[in-house]
């Protein structure tokens, strides 16, 4: 569509990520990775820190599409998954 959320809403979205991600699941993990990814905007390294260790949490429940859709997000954004979220999630790949 070729339009840019503004720096108000990329910082909300932010601090509501930020404040709920401990109980995100694979889905809403790889969605909001995916999204920020998609926006072309960088999310905080509280935010990227956080997802990681939800990652690692949840990894036993992540689904082929999940699995596909985070490491899409990670390679998008420039960002290394920590080796423990991807043994993870090459274990559940397998």
């Known amino acids: 569509l ?3 959320p ?3 809403f990329m910082a909300g979205m932010m601090k509501q990520s930020v404040a709920v991600q401990g109980d995100f699941n694979p889905q809403e993990i790889a969605n909001t990775l995916w999204a920020f990814a998609t926006l ?3 999310p905080s390294e ?3 820190a956080g997802m990681m260790k939800q990652a690692v949490a949840v990894q036993g429940d ?3 599409q999940n699995i596909a859709n985070t490491l899409w997000a990670f390679a998008t954004l420039g960002q290394k ?3 423990e979220l991807m043994a993870g999630m090459m274990k559940q790949a397998v």
Request: proline share 11%.
């Open 6 to 8: 503004s720096e108000l």
């Open 46 to 48: 509280e935010l990227m």
């Open 40 to 42: 072309g905007q960088q």
């Open 81 to 83: 998954p920590s080796e």
């Open 62 to 64: 992540f689904k082929p």
């Open 2 to 4: 070729g339009l840019q």
